[in-house]
């Protein structure tokens, strides 16, 4: 049980996906200028990134492996987590509309999110166990979901201050995530 | 006249990711050095201009309501053939760039020319197109890996993949000390976001 805590903390804050790894930055930058939209992104990566982190190491594991396809992973992977999105869809559509709504555009989004096709890959990489694969794809998207509502308060602040005009928009952005991941540093030799 | 405008745009007006705010992960994971940042942005021109062909040469055929898919599945493809001759002969490349390789398949620059350029207009144009977005990309990637193994290392490592011609060039002397803060993950975002205000005030300054 332990080990799985260490897992997790180590996903969430020492290795943290966004921030450490540099996987999901695009949405990270793109969907972190206001509060609800970032909310409604990391809630989707968690729900999909679950999800598409198990289904592929079963698809891996017990398909790809066996019958010696492992060549054939990258495409497979990226298949199964566009088809996956768009089952999701479906899915929430018509059983729970609300939680639709909710999440609205960000869905599609996270085919070409490199955090749910990262943490597939990594999955099968480091060769984890079921339930690792499992708490590894969840506290990474946990992860994911931290760094990026904290990013979008920071951006809330900095849309009322004033910043130097050539540093607007990204730049200004990938400075202030680079003072995030300057703090997330600290955690390190936590585990 | 048409091709070389589509080859240079790449160059400097929708330098990625710079101008094109796309494909970020790989331009700061793999930016340590100037040869694994040179190595990516060849993986990227590969991968970027055979499918911007394949797509250009498939765009009537390729029904719209499954592009996405089609795009992906066509994409996915290549970066497996470079993946697999990456292991075969650039086996240290390889590992240094790791699971960024795989990645290429979700690296938005590739899917949105794809989408934007290639699905709409003639194969040599495409190619065009593809090309100079890759260059570009490359060029960003290794102006990017030079400032930082510079910076963070005091070394510039230059190897050329597929041949034998391969230095490290020692920059400022023994007593140079490493700002190693480059070359870890903070780094990596302040320097590309400095990058990025040093690109708005060359522009304004030929603006004015």
């Known amino acids: 049980m332990s080990d799985y805590l260490l897992m997790a903390i180590s996903a969430i804050f020492i290795n943290n996906i966004l921030l450490a790894q540099y996987l999901g930055n695009c949405p990270f930058l793109g969907v972190s200028k206001k509060m609800d939209t970032a909310t409604g992104m990391g809630m989707a990566v968690i729900f999909v990134l679950t999800l598409a982190g198990v289904i592929t190491w079963i698809i891996d594991v017990y398909l790809l492996c066996p019958m010696d396809l492992v060549y054939l992973r990258t495409i497979v992977f990226i298949l199964v987590i566009a088809a996956l999105v768009q089952f999701v869809e479906i899915f929430l559509k018509k059983m729970v509309p609300a939680l639709y709504a909710g999440l609205g555009i960000f869905l599609p989004l996270i085919t070409t999110n490199c955090a749910v096709f990262g943490v597939a890959v990594i999955n099968v990489r480091e060769g984890f166990n079921f339930m690792e694969a499992l708490v590894f794809s969840f506290t990474s998207a946990v992860g994911f979901a931290l760094a990026l509502v904290l990013m979008a308060g920071l951006r809330e602040r900095m849309a009322t201050a004033r910043i130097p005009q050539v540093l607007e928009g990204t730049a200004i952005g990938l400075v202030t995530a680079g003072f995030m991941s300057l703090a997330f540093l600290g955690f390190m030799g936590m585990v | ?208």
């Open chain 2, 1 to 208: 006249m048409g091709l070389v405008r589509e080859f240079t745009k790449g160059l400097w007006d929708e330098i990625p990711p710079f101008r094109l705010v796309l494909g970020l992960c790989p331009t700061l994971a793999v930016t340590k050095t100037l040869k694994d940042g040179l190595g990516m942005g060849l993986a990227v021109i590969f991968v970027l201009l055979c499918s911007n062909v394949l797509i250009s040469i498939l765009r009537n055929i390729i029904p719209p309501k499954v592009r996405i898919a089609c795009y992906i599945v066509v994409i996915a493809t290549f970066v497996v053939i470079v993946e697999l001759v990456m292991q075969a002969f650039t086996y240290e490349l390889y590992q240094d760039l790791g699971i960024f390789i795989p990645l290429i398949v979700v690296n938005c620059i590739v899917l949105g020319r794809a989408e934007a350029f290639a699905s709409k207009n003639g194969v040599l144009a495409s190619a065009a197109d593809g090309l100079g977005i890759g260059v570009g990309f490359t060029l960003s990637l290794t102006v990017l890996g030079s400032i930082r193994e510079a910076l963070g290392c005091g070394t510039l490592s230059l190897k050329i993949p597929f041949t034998d011609i391969s230095h490290v060039y020692n920059l400022f002397g023994p007593s140079f000390k490493p700002f190693a803060f480059m070359v870890s993950a903070p780094g990596a975002f302040i320097c590309l976001g400095m990058l990025l205000c040093l690109m708005n005030i060359i522009g304004n300054l030929k603006k004015s």
